[in-house]
């Protein structure tokens, strides 16, 4: 593990990293989903895909990286951004797994892999939109501590700062972001997700103009069952 400052919107960010296969010319850029680690994605993928330089990264706020203030999905781009090109790694293949497809997304790789993305807006359940209005309540009368009652699993025990963070990214639509992006991306999916069900998948391969969707048994981490397949396919199409 190492770790890289990023200095971004006047604030440092402390980045922790790891790269496996450090000879190879080829990257390959893995980026964790919301609440997640980079340790999840390398559990995952590092017995594959040997002929490249395998980066993962814990985004800020995340792991063991650093994060004291308010971010947006585009902040987290920059902030990547700036990362990759502090340590020379070039975009040639980025996968994402729901948040971090989002953010994959904008960083615009030669290649995208967007495993069960995040970024189709699903309308709440009748159930969460009450609780939602319950706790705004709540807050009018000054009782915002009872905020764990209320908030999502994704958001429970987190920083002020990752909270609002988490308010910023949850429910944005990103289907301009999908549609504008121009290169040849891979779509693979659980078919029991239900954090990003498979519709999702479904509208986001329509609105792009290269890209495949491949279904799989599982839910949203189906990715740890079936990542040598992926892996494979990912060798194929770059």
Known sequence: MALKSVVYKNSTFEISYEILNAGAELDFVLLHGWGSNKELMRGSFAPYMKKFRHIYIDMPGFGKSS??????????????ELFLAEIKVSKDIILGHSFGGKVATLLKPKLLVLVGSAGIFVKKSLKIRTKIALFKTLKVFGLAKFRSLFVAEDAKALSEEMYETFKNVVDEDFSEKFKSFDSKALLFWGR????????????????????????????????MKNSADIAKKIEENF
């Open 67 to 80: 994060c004291d203030i308010v971010l947006t999905t585009a902040d987290y781009a920059q902030i990547m």
């Open 192 to 223: 029991d997700d239900t954090a990003t069900p498979l519709s999702s998948a479904e509208s986001i391969a329509s609105l792009m103009s290269d890209a495949t969707l491949e279904v799989y048994d599982g839910d949203h981490y189906f990715f």
